[in-house]
């Protein structure tokens, strides 16, 4: 359901010449994340908390067109936590037929109610799915040490940095139909591995939050780094972990 906002003020929650606006920068991220070849195909996406609105790219839209009235708007504050197949409360409902919510919306509530991070970024990275490919499909987590590129990257995704010397393990879950019926799987890996920055989701993609949208791309690009690195250490027959 959508609240009693004019329709002024529905758009005033978009319309911003601040760059820095939500409705801005998921426009230009999600461009951006076109040409690294993580959102093809429409799918993907990010979520940015800022106060107590969540901003919302829309589904099924060609992420390098997304424009800041595409924008979904949500109180942070829902009747009840969106899980899949609920109803949702709305602040802003884009104008422009053809537009939905994300179907990410429940997962990046995980993220925001689970970790309190102020921003979640999906990806379909190819580096993230092939890495889940060469793991055994019994394989429940990802770990990798004596990288540099781990220093950029966060305990919980939102406490401080890892160091070179640590082992970054990161959960990895089965797939679904649907990707809302993900939900529970992702909560209940974030509750078995709390200091997970990320989950990674077997022939999918991976799911990468922080404190900030900031802090959410900074570890995107550095665990996509990590997951490259990653698949060509493993069909090398280098161990991941340890410094031999």
Request: charged share 25%; glycine share 8%; hydrophobic share 40%.
């Given at each position: 359901?959508?609240?009693?906002?004019?329709?002024?003020?529905?758009?005033?929650?978009?319309?911003?010449?601040?760059?820095?606006?939500?409705?801005?920068?998921?426009?230009?991220?999600?461009?951006?994340?076109?040409?690294?070849?993580?959102?093809?195909?429409?799918?993907?996406?990010?979520?940015?908390?800022?106060?107590?609105?969540?901003?919302?790219?829309?589904?099924?839209?060609?992420?390098?067109?997304?424009?800041?009235?595409?924008?979904?708007?949500?109180p942070f504050a829902q009747s009840s936590v969106p899980k899949p197949g609920?109803?949702?409360?709305?602040?802003?409902?884009?104008?422009?037929?053809?537009?939905?919510?994300?179907?990410?919306?429940?997962?990046?509530?995980?993220?925001?109610?689970?970790?309190?991070?102020?921003?979640?970024?999906?990806?379909?990275?190819?580096?993230?799915?092939?890495?889940?490919?060469?793991?055994?499909?019994?394989?429940?987590?990802?770990?990798?040490?004596?990288?540099?590129?781990?220093?950029?990257?966060?305990?919980?995704?939102?406490?401080?940095?890892?160091?070179?010397?640590?082992?970054?393990?990161?959960?990895?879950?089965?797939?679904?139909?649907?990707?809302?019926?993900?939900?529970?799987?992702?909560?209940?890996?974030?509750?078995?591995?709390?200091?997970?920055?990320?989950?990674?989701?077997?022939?999918?993609?991976?799911?990468?939050?922080?404190?900030?949208?900031?802090?959410a791309k900074t570890q995107s690009e550095c665990l996509d780094y990590l997951?490259?690195?990653?698949?060509?250490?493993?069909?090398?027959?280098?161990?991941?972990?340890?410094?031999?």
């Open positions: 359901m959508s609240n009693k906002l004019t329709h002024e003020e529905q758009e005033a929650l978009v319309i911003s010449d601040d760059p820095e606006h939500p409705a801005n920068l998921i426009s230009e991220l999600c461009r951006e994340f076109y040409k690294l070849g993580w959102v093809t195909g429409t799918g993907g996406g990010i979520s940015i908390r800022q106060g107590e609105n969540v901003y919302l790219a829309p589904s099924g839209v060609q992420k390098e067109r997304i424009k800041p009235e595409h924008i979904f708007v949500l609920s109803k949702r409360d709305f602040l802003r409902i884009p104008s422009k037929k053809g537009l939905s919510e994300s179907q990410c919306t429940p997962l990046f509530w995980n993220a925001f109610t689970m970790r309190e991070a102020g921003a979640c970024i999906h990806t379909h990275s190819q580096h993230a799915v092939m890495l889940t490919l060469l793991h055994p499909r019994d394989a429940q987590s990802f770990k990798i040490s004596h990288q540099e590129m781990i220093k950029g990257v966060r305990i919980g995704g939102v406490g401080k940095t890892l160091s070179f010397f640590n082992t970054l393990e990161i959960p990895i879950i089965d797939n679904t139909a649907v990707e809302e019926d993900l939900t529970e799987s992702m909560a209940a890996a974030m509750e078995k591995y709390p200091d997970a920055p990320a989950i990674l989701v077997r022939r999918h993609g991976v799911y990468v939050w922080g404190n900030t949208w900031e802090q997951f490259e690195i990653a698949v060509k250490m493993l069909l090398a027959k280098l161990p991941l972990v340890g410094d031999n």
